[in-house]
């Protein structure tokens, strides 16, 4: 089973300001079969990125994803005051798929 | 507009069977694999396992085999999960999402929060 490591845990930033977000694989991740959600309290996770680097349909284009192998980076790039929640990045290149345990970003 | 519609929270007693739905709209129902992701209390995502409505072809990560039961009755457009015997470890959001032409999500249900206690 591949092991998916977030970090930071929490990055307390400001509206306006980049955010960079990692998720590391214990081993590599077929293909780039990765994908990044984003949970607010009380929502279900959204689809932002898939394929490391295809934004879903709807999501901004200041979200971006990148990456291959085992380390892959969601960057936001201009904090919008609604961007701020919970971010967890998905693997789906091996059974079983699996979830990093997500990283918080919160209004500084 | 896809929605999936998830079923209520439920409150049971641990023993107890249960079985919550998903009821899919704005797309082709059977054309898509449905999963169902758990969501413990402060925790991570976890992939349960996800059901092809048009045949029932049904795959479950390993540590929810037998735990639980995917079903689907495409008829009506429903996707279900169920237990026979609940625990309070199962105590949990659920959500409902499907599935693309890869196993990641585009849409999800809103969740069903099951809580067991005595």
């Known amino acids: 089973e591949i092991v998916l490591t977030q970090s930071p845990g929490t990055l307390s930033l400001s509206p306006g300001e980049r955010a960079t977000l990692s998720c590391r694989a214990s081993?590599?991740?077929?293909?780039?079969?990765l994908a990044w959600y984003q949970q607010k309290p009380g929502q279900a996770p959204r689809l932002l990125i898939y394929?490391?680097?295809s934004r879903a349909t709807g999501i901004p284009d200041r979200f971006s994803g990148s990456g291959s192998g085992t380390d892959f980076t969601l960057t936001i790039s201009r904090l919008d005051p609604e961007d701020f929640a919970v971010f967890y990045c998905?693997?789906?290149?091996?059974?079983?798929?699996?979830f990093g345990q997500g990283t918080k970003v919160e209004i500084k | 507009e896809v929605q999936l519609v998830q079923s209520g929270a439920e409150v049971k007693k641990p023993g107890e069977s249960l079985k919550i739905s998903c009821k899919g709209s704005?797309?082709?129902?059977?054309?898509?694999?449905i999963g169902w992701v758990r969501q413990m209390p402060g925790k991570r995502l976890e992939w349960m396992g996800v059901?092809?409505?048009?045949?029932?072809?049904?795959r479950y990560m390993p540590s929810f085999q037998g735990q639980v039961i995917i079903s689907a009755d495409k008829s009506i457009s429903t996707a279900y999960l169920q237990w026979s015997s609940l625990e309070a470890s199962d105590t949990a959001m659920y959500y409902c999402?499907?599935?693309?032409?890869?196993?990641?999500?585009?849409?999800w249900g809103q969740g069903t929060l099951v809580t067991v206690s005595s």
């Open positions: 999402a499907r599935q693309r032409d890869k196993p990641y999500f585009d849409s």
């Open positions: 394929g490391a680097s």
């Open positions: 081993q590599s991740v077929r293909s780039s079969y």
């Open positions: 704005g797309y082709s129902f059977t054309s898509y694999w």
């Open positions: 059901i092809y409505p048009d045949d029932s072809d049904t």
């Open positions: 998905q693997q789906y290149g091996s059974s079983p798929w699996t």
